[in-house]
């Protein structure tokens, strides 16, 4: 087996690992607010992300119909986002930028078409997230509280 292979395999583990340990802690959480963002935060762990690459990028149009959460992370110093409108060259909505490496995220809260335009130094990752609703539970008519 080659050495890259069998690192790759010892990562892959370790990751496992410690996302299990992420998961392990929030059960000790005694309040349900923090226990459930506890949960979300290991979750997206988990989620592979819409977009990613390195340096700069202009991604292939996409379309929402509900309020999106993009999540975005930076490996550089340098990172600057561009959300801009479907049509044709696009209008700038949002200009978005991470310095040093990181992570943030916007709301884009109307429905549309939409592309980003990504100029990065290093690597970067970039998620669409449905938008979390405070009380969701209880708009849905679910008032229970164990689960």
Known sequence: MSSAIVMSLLSEGTMARDMANGAKDCLSIAAD????ACFDREVRKLVAPRFSGRLGLITERFEITDPTMLRYQSDGAIFVLYLKTGAGDGEVV?????GGGGEDSYLIEHPGTYFLQINGSESWRIW???KVVAGAAAAD?????NR
């Open 141 to 145: 008519g679910d008032t229970s509280k």
């Open 33 to 36: 607010s923090e226990r459930l």
């Open 128 to 130: 669409l997230e449905p």
């Open 94 to 98: 949002q200009n978005l930028h991470i």
